[in-house]
Nanobody
Framework: QVQLVESGGGLVQAGGSLRLSCAASESIFRTMGWYRQAPGNQRELVAT???????NYADSVKGRFTISRDNAKNTVYLQMNSLKPEDTAVYYC?????????WGQGTQVTVSS
């Protein structure tokens, strides 16, 4: 079973930047992505990327966040710039595999005002 391990979360001031990483235990041939869940809210899409690099972003992060992946390293990244307090959430990595979607354990991102 695919394992996903996220890293890079933390506390940052508004306007700052963070880079999240997610390493998969094996090659992912389908879409990988990032989702987030704030307290009291449902999990929501942040960004996705196909194996060949086609991307999709939530409107709330367009122009501020960039998703990328390194297929040789089985890793997906999320560069987050111009962070806002409303970006505070647990961020989850996802990977689509033939048997469904796999999730990482989540990493906390907190943006202070």
């Amino acid at each position: 079973q695919v394992q996903l391990v996220e890293s890079g979360g933390g506390l940052v001031q508004a306007g700052g930047s963070l880079r999240l990483s997610c390493a998969a235990s094996e090659s992912i041939f389908r879409t990988m992505g990032w989702y987030r869940q704030a307290p009291g809210n449902q999990r929501e899409l942040v960004a996705t990327i196909t194996r060949i690099g086609l991307t999709n972003y939530a409107d709330s992060v367009k122009g501020r966040f960039t998703i990328s992946r390194d297929n040789a390293k089985n890793t997906v990244y999320l560069q987050m710039n111009s962070l806002k307090p409303e970006d505070t959430a647990v961020y989850y990595c996802s990977a689509d595999v033939p048997t469904g979607r796999r999730w990482g354990q989540g990493t906390q991102v907190t943006v202070s005002s």
